[in-house]
């Protein structure tokens, strides 16, 4: 977030208010039109692929929604610690981990799909989608929850105003020895950024080897896997916000509250937008049901439009 103190004028305040509520507002409502298509197709519901990938949208839609809140707050209401650090930043830290774990989960199903074709049935079936799903929570949740209660334990909770940032509420005694946040955060990239190698290099392999319709699935494959590469890659600027700001706000110091601001949006808002672009606008399926949604609402308002002058002419003729 900017900060706790209110360093910018009323008009820079509401403007960036604005543009964030705004961003936040829109890619949120193009987030909701893939769930909306997801929830009333039935398609969508036997595939694991798209199974992860909903759940990747609602995360992004969860983390998008504690983000603004979190910068509108930060100018309107002072956060004290307690609330901040039981709910709004546990829900934050949470969904942040969720993304590039998930990221990992589909580029193995796209792996298994494209290079082990006859056991990708038996191996990718949705109640293990399911579970993957509840396993990535469970792994990104218990760490946070951990952090918590070292400072409960560790320091006395108080109604202070407190900036809702990790490397602030996360600056205890054991925090500063151990580093137990920044080595979790390199190993859990490490893992997803290895898996994206193998599974990439396997698929392009396998797209070399085979021929026909095939190919083109594992070309897509390939570059699917490439696009969550640059998922992780914006995944990774929002854990190493923190240390752009500092370079940029040492070298600009009198542009601080806009350095932090525009960080803000390019690390935490903006790239909340990959996920329907990556799946929704590639997708075939997605593609499909976006169009006859509609087409159907096209035609249902042009059916209206016409039967309304009809039942005026007859009731005039009457």
């Known amino acids: 977030m900017n900060s706790s103190k209110r360093l910018d004028s009323l008009n820079e305040a509401l403007t960036k208010n604005f543009i964030t509520f705004a961003l936040g507002f829109i890619i949120n409502c193009i987030n909701g039109a893939f769930v909306f298509i997801y929830f009333k197709s039935q398609v969508f519901h036997r595939d694991p692929r798209y199974v992860l990938y909903i759940h990747l949208v609602i995360n992004d839609m969860i983390m998008l929604t504690v983000s603004v809140a979190l910068h509108i707050f930060t100018y309107t209401v002072p956060l004290s610690f307690a609330p901040c650090i039981d709910f709004l930043l546990l829900i934050l830290v949470t969904t942040n981990k969720n993304s590039p774990l998930n990221l990992a989960g589909m580029a193995v199903e796209r792996y298994i799909a494209v290079c082990r074709p006859l056991h990708h049935v038996q191996m990718c ?51 500063k020895a151990q580093r137990e946040v920044v080595q979790r955060q390199v190993l859990m990239f490490s893992f997803v950024f290895l898996t994206l190698i193998i599974t990439y290099l396997k698929v392009l392999c396998a797209a070399r080897t085979v021929s026909g ?74 593609n499909g049901h976006i169009r006859r949604l509609f087409c159907c609402r096209c035609c249902s308002t042009g059916e209206n439009k016409v039967v309304e002058p009809r039942r005026r002419s007859k009731q005039v003729l009457r």
């Open 125 to 175: 079936t949705v109640q293990r989608a399911y579970a993957l799903i509840a396993l990535i929570w469970g792994v990104s949740l218990i760490p946070a929850l951990t952090d918590i209660m070292i400072v409960f334990a560790t320091r006395s909770v108080d109604s202070r105003p407190v900036v809702c940032y990790p490397s602030y509420v996360y600056n205890t005694a054991h925090h």
């Open 213 to 286: 319709s095939y190919r083109a699935s594992a070309r897509n494959a390939r570059n699917t896997i490439l696009l969550h590469g640059v998922q992780l890659f914006t995944c990774m600027l929002s854990f190493l916000s923190p240390f752009i700001n500092i370079a940029l706000v040492t070298t600009w110091p009198n542009d601080r509250t806009t350095i932090l601001f525009i960080t803000f949006l390019f690390t935490n808002v903006l790239p909340r937008l990959l996920s329907p672009l990556i799946y929704g606008v590639r997708d075939k399926k997605f």
